[in-house]
T-cell receptor, first 114, second 109 residues
């Protein structure tokens, strides 16, 4: 299995508080992604990174920011959490963006915003 | 971005072959077709990928007709442990592919 660690795995917080989720990889893959998964929606891309300090928005980026200061770490921040951001968040990595680029996923972080 | 349509759910019995079809009518020339499997409380896991015709690996086969507007994931002789959600993705880059709602496969004894 790909070396991907997400932290925290579970978090309960209150509306309006800041939250940061961390994704750490030991594979030295260039590309990293944050997805959220909600019932009936499959996985939706929030942000992705194609290198240190290089990030871009995905399908559902509003209310989220990301940072990547090192190859191995990709942080997802909710500046002011809302109940609509209650979800399971998955980090993924890929070695390449070539057509055959396989995504490797972490175990997920379950966030509950009260 | 190519959208995909899959059945919401399927039931099968142990030992049977399961075929899950995915429709992707607006697939582009550079798009590949990729299938992922997801168990509860886990991230998705890559199963198989193809561009055209047939691809087979140790766990599944992928059949893609000449027009590439659909694809079929075939799981031979499923077991209870194959109960999962299966996602069909179409795209040329990981950040340009969309996960749909997937197909929930339930394998019964």
């Amino acid at each position: 299995d790909a070396g991907i660690t997400q932290s925290p795995r579970h978090k309960v917080t209150e509306t309006g508080t800041p939250v940061t989720l961390r994704c750490h990889q030991t594979e030295n893959h260039r590309y990293m992604y944050w997805y959220r998964q909600d019932p009936g929606h499959g996985l939706r891309l929030i942000h992705y990174s194609y290198g240190v300090k290089d990030t871009d928005k995905g399908e559902v980026s509003d209310g989220y920011s990301v940072s990547r200061s090192k190859t191995e770490d990709f942080l997802l921040t909710l500046e002011s959490a809302t109940s609509s951001q209650t979800s399971v968040y998955f980090c993924a990595i890929s070695e390449t963006t070539a057509n055959t680029g396989e995504l490797f996923f972490g175990e997920g972080s379950r966030l509950t915003v009260l | 971005l190519a959208k995909t349509t899959q059945p919401i759910s399927m039931d099968s019995y142990e030992g049977q072959e399961v075929n899950i079809t995915c429709s992707h009518n607006n697939i582009a020339t550079n798009d590949y077709i990729t299938w992922y499997q997801q168990f509860p409380s886990q991230g998705p896991r890559f199963i198989i990928q193809g561009y055209k015709t047939k691809v087979t690996n140790e766990v599944a086969s992928l059949f893609i007709p000449a027009d590439r507007k659909s694809s079929t994931l075939s799981l031979p002789r499923v077991s209870l442990s194959d109960t999962a959600v299966y996602y069909c993705l179409v795209g040329d880059l990981p950040f340009k592919t969309i996960f749909g709602a997937g197909t929930r496969l339930f394998v019964k004894a």
